[in-house]
């Protein structure tokens, strides 16, 4: 069939536009959105080749805030790959994968100054100096399952960050068992102290996972995420004020059913207001065998937390339409609207004219999928191919994201999907 009018479509930017692609490029995490409405990301690659900060001033207009491995033996950290978040008085604040004083990644903060913005560190991982890093390493993680982003109470109502309250976040490695830690940082009178608040691998074989996500916070004593390994799993973190410490419990563990049609692998959840969570599988699933993942294509699921009564439910199993023009392997970051609706998009799948598609943007209203829009339509790919993470929404209910790659450069893009789309075919 004829392709529709693009009209639903922006590229909003075309990273490596400038010589030497000190712009960025490859912006693998997601954008955030504040409350003007200004977009802010971060590329893997670009600047002085290793990330940068940006802006879209009123989701249109790019700006460099930052150029990571600006400061000598590039103590403020390379390469991130979390997706930022942004507190009440504009400052923002993410997570490097490498870089910092011991080579194993940054949390950091950029504050506005005038019409410049100071970098600032919150900690350098790995800071106990030896092998070990107990204190956790690489926080914006090495793949697509371990891109998780910082987390604040409130984040799940769409709150903006106050800037004072706790951030927690999980690295991939480090740790008592070198398998990733789930951690805090705590301002402290100008200063920030990191916590190793629950170590992975400490069960054994490793049962309570490793190579962790996203974590979403439900009150001040209990949070949410996810785990990679071999088949991934949802778990929760409750505290416990007697003893001072936070225990760790399953909620599910993905490929309970036969040929994963449960889902496998979980790129990261996301907290609604009724207590559910909604996530992505990349594999798994009851349909499609033309993925990475022989077990299906992916899926799009709920978990209701309770224990071991925890709940799991498939929403929709991607590559449900023969070569997968619903899309295939979903990635991470969820936007749920004020109907219930999920907003996300998969790495593949949709337009053929990408061999095994570029990806689409898709919206998710109860168990029914409708793909927004299909990446690389034009043989030229110029909007954008392969989102590396999920999207945000405004109050209208327009789509915003990345890709990692594509654009008239091939350095990716930024885009925006406005409400009321209809899918390219």
Same mark, same amino acid.
């Given at each position: 069939?004829?392709a529709h009018?693009?009209?639903n ?5 075309e990273? &490596?536009?400038?010589?030497? &692609?000190?712009?960025g490029?490859?912006?693998e995490?997601g954008?955030? /959105?504040?409350s003007a409405g200004?977009?802010y990301?971060?590329t893997?690659g670009?600047?002085s080749?290793?990330g940068?900060?940006f802006e879209l001033?009123?989701?249109?207009t790019?700006k460099?805030l930052?150029?990571? &491995?600006?400061q ?6 390379v390469?991130p790959r979390?997706a930022?978040?942004?507190d ?6 993410g997570t *490097? ?15 506005? !100054?005038?019409?410049?913005?100071n ?6 991982f ?10 956790g390493?690489?926080?914006s ?6 891109t998780g982003?910082l ?6 109502s769409?709150?903006?960050y106050?800037g004072?309250s706790?951030l927690?976040? @999980?690295t991939? %490695?480090g ?6 830690v ?12 990191? *916590?190793?608040?629950y170590?992975? &691998?400490a069960k ?12 979403v916070?439900?009150?001040? !004593?209990v949070m949410?995420? @996810?785990t990679? /390994?071999?088949?991934g ?8 004020? /007697? /003893?001072?410490?936070?225990k760790y419990q ?8 036969a ?7 979980p ?9 559910t969570l909604y996530?992505?599988t990349?594999?798994g699933?009851s349909s499609?065998?033309f993925c990475?993942?022989?077990?299906g294509?992916g899926?799009v699921?709920?978990?209701?937390p309770h224990g071991?009564?925890t ?6 199993n991607f590559?449900?339409i023969?070569l ?8 991470p970051g969820?936007?749920?609207d004020?109907n ?5 998009a998969?790495n593949?799948?949709g337009s %053929?004219?990408?061999f095994?598609?570029c990806?689409?943007v ?5 168990t029914t999928?409708n793909?927004l829009?299909q990446f ?5 790919? *110029? ?5 590396g993470?999920g999207v ?5 209910? !327009?789509?915003?994201g990345? *890709? ?5 450069t091939g350095g990716?893009?930024?885009?925006e ?6 899918k390219r075919r």
């Amino acid at each position: 069939m004829a392709a529709h009018p693009a009209s639903n479509f922006k590229t909003l930017y075309e990273f &490596c536009s400038q010589a030497n &692609c000190a712009d960025g490029a490859n912006p693998e995490a997601g954008l955030v /959105r504040d409350s003007a409405g200004n977009l802010y990301g971060v590329t893997l690659g670009g600047g002085s080749a290793f990330g940068t900060v940006f802006e879209l001033v009123n989701g249109t207009t790019y700006k460099l805030l930052y150029t990571f &491995c600006s400061q000598s033996g590039c103590n403020d950290g390379v390469s991130p790959r979390g997706a930022l978040i942004v507190d009440t008085s504009g400052n923002l604040y993410g997570t *490097t994968s490498g870089g910092g004083a011991n080579g194993a990644g940054v949390a950091f903060e950029l504050t506005k !100054n005038g019409s410049s913005w100071n970098f600032n560190l919150l900690h350098a991982f790995c800071s106990d100096g030896g092998s070990a890093c107990s204190d956790g390493a690489q926080p914006s993680g090495t793949d697509i399952y371990t891109t998780g982003s910082l987390a604040y109470l409130g984040a799940a109502s769409g709150q903006a960050y106050d800037g004072v309250s706790p951030l927690y976040g @999980t690295t991939e %490695t480090g740790g008592a068992h070198n398998s990733g830690v789930v951690y805090s940082l705590v301002p402290n009178g100008g200063t920030w102290i990191e *916590t190793a608040l629950y170590s992975f &691998c400490a069960k054994t074989d490793c049962a309570d996972g490793s190579s962790a996500g996203n974590l979403v916070l439900k009150n001040e !004593n209990v949070m949410y995420g @996810t785990t990679a /390994r071999g088949h991934g799993s949802v778990f929760a973190l409750k505290y416990n004020a /007697r /003893r001072k410490v936070w225990k760790y419990q399953l909620q599910y563990a993905f490929c309970e059913l036969a040929g994963c049609a449960d889902g496998d692998v979980p790129t990261g959840i996301t907290l609604a207001s009724t207590g559910t969570l909604y996530g992505t599988t990349f594999g798994g699933g009851s349909s499609g065998t033309f993925c990475f993942f022989s077990s299906g294509c992916g899926t799009v699921v709920s978990v209701v937390p309770h224990g071991k009564h925890t709940h799991e439910k498939v929403l929709y199993n991607f590559c449900s339409i023969s070569l997968c023009p619903d899309g295939a392997q979903p990635m991470p970051g969820l936007a749920v609207d004020a109907n219930g609706a999920l907003f996300g998009a998969t790495n593949t799948g949709g337009s %053929t004219v990408c061999f095994d598609g570029c990806g689409v943007v898709f919206k998710v209203q109860g168990t029914t999928e409708n793909p927004l829009y299909q990446f690389c339509v034009p043989e030229t790919c *110029t909007e954008g191919t392969s989102p590396g993470a999920g999207v945000v929404l405004d109050s209208a209910g !327009n789509v915003f994201g990345t *890709t990692d790659f594509g654009g008239s450069t091939g350095g990716g893009t930024a885009y925006e999907v406005t409400s009321g789309a209809r899918k390219r075919r």
